[in-house]
């Protein structure tokens, strides 16, 4: 009878420790950002008992609401301070450099490819982040085609000689460098006033994103040449992925898939309607209507941002990426280097 007890007992004890909620804090994107956290981030994980069918409830910040530097986001993770990053690439890479393999200048010029390249450089990038950071990648997004938004008209690459680019990442800035220019890195957030005092004359980021923060309003000229997709994504601290069981884990990594595949269709949208808002072209269906000047995107140009993946992106992220993971290198080279013919 004693026996029958106990395991009556230890059965109740575990069905209530399975009916434990699972509790966790979320690091977002910034308000600041757009339509993607705005539209598909946020209401994802306000409602992620509902998307995930797991019992849990989530406290989400945008980071800069949080008043983090978006830059931060991978030893935030580490700390375990916050259990699910949304992690801006271009940022964070200057503390994990093999995440920038996912996105080099030159490597990504549309949707299509950087899909492809992004899936096949990602176990990579994942084993470093769990290596240095503590923390496993459950998905990676594209903000979308990161243009060039300039104070001074300018008429192509050339004229960037002796101005100031903001500039995500180490790739861009080895980039604009090529044409005389000085790449700048810059928080998403202080970028719209640094262009309207002159701390910078130009800026990199996607249409979506421009719209959202006021870019145009700053800016005079947009040169519609796409130099990266900008790849964000999802990473959990592992010790919040370990205490999950299970079925948790696949529901969790179910549901960020499905949120990944949406926002990849999602940008691609946003950033045929973005340009046209920000030149006011119709139809302009998500954001607000501004009238800078587009500029004609020479031969000459898209030649410059296919050549600097070989000519300068690839050659200054390896060395430096090296550094820190001996093999980076040759994996890029054996997944996306392999892919793209290198």
Not at 123 to 132: E, L, S
Request: hydrophobic share 40%; proline share 6%; charged share 15%.
């Amino acid at each position: 009878m004693r026996s029958l007890f106990a395991t009556t007992a230890l059965i109740c004890l575990a069905q209530a420790a399975a009916a434990e909620p699972v509790s966790l804090r979320v690091l977002g994107q910034p308000v600041g950002s757009g339509l993607i956290q705005q539209q598909k981030e946020q209401p994802f994980f306000e409602n992620f008992a509902e998307t995930s069918g797991i019992d849990a409830t989530v406290e989400y910040l945008p980071v800069d609401v949080a008043g983090i530097p978006d830059n931060d986001g991978m030893r935030v993770i580490r700390t375990g301070l916050f259990d699910i990053v949304s992690f801006r690439g271009p940022q964070v890479s200057r503390d994990e450099p093999t995440m920038l393999g996912l996105d080099l200048v030159g490597q990504n010029p549309d949707y299509a490819s950087g899909k492809a390249h992004t899936e096949a450089f990602l176990p990579v990038v994942d084993a470093a982040v769990q290596q240095r950071f503590n923390s496993k990648l459950l998905g990676v997004w594209p903000a979308g085609p990161q243009v060039i938004f300039c104070k001074p008209e300018i008429g192509g690459l050339a004229d960037l000689e002796g101005l100031k680019v903001r500039v995500g990442d180490q790739s861009a800035a080895a980039f604009v460098g090529q044409f005389g220019a000085t790449g700048i890195p810059l928080p998403f957030g202080e970028v719209q006033q640094s262009l309207a005092r002159g701390v910078v004359d130009c800026a990199i980021t996607g249409p979506s994103s421009a719209n959202s923060a006021g870019w145009p309003e700053v800016t005079t000229t947009v040169l519609p040449i796409a130099l990266q997709l900008a790849v964000n994504g999802y990473a959990i601290n592992l010790d919040s992925w370990n205490a999950l069981d299970g079925e948790q884990q696949d529901k969790l990594q179910g549901a960020i898939d499905t949120l990944v595949s949406d926002v990849w269709a999602y940008s691609e949208e946003l950033y045929v309607d973005a340009m046209n808002c920000n030149t006011g072209q119709a139809p302009c269906e998500h954001g607000t209507e501004y009238s800078l000047k587009s500029v004609p995107v020479s031969d000459a140009d898209l030649k410059a941002v296919s050549d600097a993946l070989v000519g300068s992106s690839l050659p200054a992220w390896t060395k430096q990426c090296n550094a820190v993971n001996e093999s980076c290198e040759a994996d890029w080279m054996a997944s996306v280097g392999a892919k793209l013919g290198l």
